[in-house]
């Protein structure tokens, strides 16, 4: 039997009534001859299959038309700022029994439900799309309707103007969409004390993936305190991310770190108060839940003069040792020094503690006893004589990390002309 229902059951999926009537009939004229099927059915029987199939045909449960769908959110012409390049697509349909296979298409790809729910007559679909930088399409098939977003991805929130036209944050102004809230229960996050058991059964819902197996998490996040850090002073039912400044948020609880905010050099994330651009406030798979490997690859998405430097497909540089090892944050620290380039110690006193023939020596260097240290620099008039002030401390064209050829003197000329 199974030529026999597989054919039926792709008729049920494409065809209308009238249609599936006519293959019912064309499909038994056509048994092939000598199949285990034609064997077992008398041809006497056949007229008398075919009109109990045909009266059949239009209690079989046809797929209901997808004409009364409608994309719920996102909404039309929403700009759309995250880190996360993906958003939650979701569609109702109005009054079906049963459900057409829905698609999103965006660009080439076809994207299916990651679920479908029927509430109160009409069914609801949940979609997760990918997001790239620009104008995203999403066209619902088969209904054939189209919304269209702008997606900019987000290094910072300081870069989000929540007043610019069409922005879009799903809980912006309203916990839901009143639509939303006929399967996510918004009734315990408005309770007070709840917080906790809203988070799992509320936030979770949805934000499931938040964490995911991440082996590096945020307090909060893992111990589902969402609204230590996004809800908006008592009003249950705003969701601000964050709740304020993002420096505000973080320094509530580490609290130590604010005496980064006193030192001479702050690093620009510090400075500006957005602790996100380096870190995941949730989870992350590296160590201190940076969006990218601490080493270098997080540094160089900012500073991306220094990429060729870290690239382990450059040999044509001289690149000092200490960047393909242990990384950035062995001479920098990524938060707030008093020393210039918020460098851990002095210039001299930071390459001494690698480079220790040279500790305290201000003159003796190997070639020449040129000077190591001194009050000032004749390329620099604004900065001290220190080792930087004839080798580069991270990349060169130059052997030793010189800031020139020694040949013919071209590194000595720079000073002495």
């Not at 964050?242 to 005496?259: L, Q, Y």
């Not at 989870?283 to 690239?311: F, P, Y």
Request: glycine share 8%; proline share 8%.
């Amino acid at each position: 039997m199974n030529y026999w229902s597989g054919h039926i059951n792709r008729m049920i999926d494409r065809r209308p009534n009238h249609l599936f009537r006519m293959e019912i009939a064309t499909m038994i004229a056509n048994i092939p001859a000598g199949t285990p099927l034609a064997r077992r059915i008398h041809p006497r029987l056949n007229p008398v299959l075919l009109a109990l199939l045909l009266a059949l045909a239009p209690l079989w449960p046809i797929s209901a038309p997808a004409a009364g769908a409608e994309i719920l959110v996102p909404p039309d012409k929403a700009l759309i700022h995250a880190k996360n390049p993906a958003v939650t697509v979701v569609v109702r349909v109005k009054g079906a029994a049963r459900q057409e296979k829905l698609q999103i298409r965006s660009g080439d790809l076809l994207f299916s439900p990651q679920g479908m729910w029927p509430v109160e007559g009409n069914w609801y679909a949940h979609f997760q799309v990918p997001l790239k930088a620009g104008s995203n399409t999403f066209e619902l098939l088969p209904a054939g309707k189209t919304v269209t977003v702008t997606f900019r991805p987000l290094r910072s929130l300081m870069q989000i103007n929540r007043k610019e036209r069409n922005y879009y944050q799903f809980h912006g102004e309203k916990l839901l969409p009143a639509a939303c809230a006929q399967c996510h229960d918004t009734e315990k996050i408005t309770r007070p004390g709840k917080a906790e058991e809203a988070a799992q059964s509320f936030c979770f819902s949805c934000h499931g993936s938040v964490l995911g197996k991440t082996p590096w998490q945020h307090s909060p996040a893992v111990n589902f305190q969402c609204l230590a850090c996004h809800k908006q002073g008592d009003e249950p039912l705003r969701i601000a991310i964050p709740a304020g400044k993002v420096e505000d948020t973080c320094f509530r609880c580490h609290i130590n770190k604010k005496s980064w905010l006193d030192k001479k050099h702050i690093h620009g994330p510090v400075g500006t108060g957005d602790c996100t651009i380096c870190h995941n406030p949730h989870g992350d798979i590296n160590r201190g839940q940076l969006w990218a490997e601490g080493k270098d690859s997080l540094c160089v998405a900012c500073h991306t003069d220094k990429r060729n430097m870290v690239s382990r497909d450059n040999p044509a540089f001289y690149v000092h040792g200490i960047l393909r090892g242990i990384g950035c944050t062995i001479c920098h620290d990524p938060h707030a020094e008093d020393h210039r380039f918020m460098l851990h110690k002095p210039i001299n006193d930071l390459c001494v503690s690698c480079h220790t023939s040279l500790a305290g020596v201000t003159r003796g260097h190997p070639v020449g006893g040129h000077p190591v240290a001194g009050a000032k620099d004749p390329r620099r008039p604004e900065r001290n004589f220190t080792c930087t002030s004839c080798h580069n401390p991270h990349d060169s064209n130059f052997k030793y990390l010189l800031i020139g050829d020694i040949l013919g003197g071209h590194i000595c000329s720079q000073c002495h002309y």
